[in-house]
Structures are given as C-alpha cells and as structure tokens.
C-alpha cells in the first residue's frame, strides 16, 4: 500500500531525530563508560583465560594485548547493548513521537503500511532483549488492550497488538518472542520498519545514519588511551610476586 507511506519529510526528520538522539544520549555515555576501563577493577582478570584470548586475538600475550582483549568485548559489546537498552523507551518518546501512544502499556501507535490496519505496539531493541518473566507482562498489556477495546466498541483483533523489535531477523529471534509469537505477532528488523514507515528500505538508511554518527565522534583514540592506560595496570598486577615458604 504505497499510498500510505510516510511523507518524505517524517522520513528524514526521523532519521534526523535518531542521529541527533545517538549523538546527545547514547555516545556521552559509551565513552563515559569506555573511560571507566582504565582500571583493572573493572575487570575480573584471570591470568589462564586472559592470556589465552590475548593470543588468540593478537597472537600475543603482552600487558597490551591482554588490555585489548578485556576492553574490545565491554567497548563493542555488553556496555553499547546496555546502554541502548536503557534508553529505548526514551528513543521512542523523542524519535517517534509522531506515533507515541496514550494507551497504557503500549509504546507506539501506528497504520501498517501493509495491512493498512491500527496496530498497538510494545517495543524492543533487539532479539534477545527479554527474558521468561517478560512474556507474561507483555500479554497482560495485550489483554488489558483487548478488553479495554471491547469496552469501548473498537475494532481490535490480536494481529493489531505487536511486539516490534528494532533490530535481526526472525531466525534469530529467542524462543521467548517466539511463545509471544505464537500469540501476538512479533515484527523483527526490516520488517518493522517498513509496516511503521512504508519505506521498504528505511532499515537500511536509519541503520546507516546511526553508523555515521560513529564516525563523526570518533572515539578509537579514546579506546587506544584506555588500553595503555589499563595495561600499565596489568603489568604491575602480573609482575612475578616473591612466594615466602615455611620451612
């Protein structure tokens, strides 16, 4: 249904707001917690395993190596996921706030651009942001909307209440979407961004945009400092230590 897609503007003022939003909220953060990795404590070293990821990275054991190999993982990983993950409620307020929902429970209202319908929508960062527990609250909310719906005389089927996860694809969705799944329709990357937009290729651009953002603050002098720093700790830590004995 090309007719209902997004007018060209939204489109670019969403890409826009998510850039400006990664740029003020997500990437103060990153390098604040980037720069906590100077210190050793930050880390549970195990000289075995640390020594041994060293190598297999750098094909060396040095201070240096060992650095790169505990702050890449934190750097790329658990700290950019984390801090994404919490501020996702906060994206959906400020970047689509042209869809924000007064409904309880739900974070976006929005037209399918597929189906044309009205579609009530909890979202999600990605395909393994939740957990068991979750399953049920994200029902409850589902149920809650149906029976307010049928109070009110509207027109809500269960394909109208989805789970819309912003980034993979349905293969690498957890089994906790797919019980929701099988329920309430889970709406996965690409796909979710074309019912939302209409743009079959906006997953692409506001992927793209973000990525640009990277470069524009370009940090990897930040995380070469971080390293020298952390592995002028780890030599001192891994220096020969004098063992007293009893005899």
């Known amino acids: 249904m090309s007719e209902l897609k997004l007018h060209d503007d939204t489109l ?3 890409i826009t707001k998510a ?3 990664f740029k003020a ?8 917690n980037t720069e906590k990795l100077r210190r050793l404590k930050e880390f549970n070293l195990n000289p075995f395993l640390d020594k041994y990821k060293a190598s297999f990275l ?4 040095d201070p240096e190596s060992i650095a790169r190999a505990l702050v890449y993982p934190r750097v790329l ?4 996921n984390t801090i994404f993950g919490d501020r996702l409620q906060k994206f959906c307020s400020e970047v689509l706030e042209g869809f924000a929902s007064t409904t309880s429970g739900i974070d976006i209202e929005f037209i399918d651009k597929v189906d044309g319908r009205k579609k009530y929508c909890q979202i999600k ?3 393994n942001t939740i957990n068991k527990d979750d399953i049920e609250t994200i029902k409850g909310h589902f149920k809650a909307v149906k029976n307010l719906a049928r109070t009110n005389k509207l027109n809500v089927g269960t394909e ?6 912003f980034y993979g694809t349905r293969e690498d969705l957890s089994n906790h979407y797919k019980v929701i799944h099988e329920e309430y329709p889970v709406i996965i990357g690409e796909e979710f961004w074309y019912r939302l937009t209409g743009e079959v290729d906006f997953y692409q651009k506001i992927t793209d945009a973000i990525g640009d953002v990277a470069s524009e603050v370009d940090s990897s002098e930040l995380i070469e400092d971080v390293i020298r720093s952390l592995a002028k700790e780890i030599e001192e830590t891994l220096k020969p230590k004098k063992v007293l004995t009893e005899i």
């Open 12 to 14: 670019r003022e969403i």
């Open 19 to 21: 850039k400006d939003f």
């Open 25 to 32: 909220e997500i990437v103060p953060s990153h390098q604040k």
């Open 58 to 61: 750098t094909g060396k054991d």
């Open 77 to 80: 990983g658990t700290s950019i």
């Open 125 to 127: 960062a990605g395909p």
């Open 160 to 165: 109208d209440l989805i789970v819309g996860v």
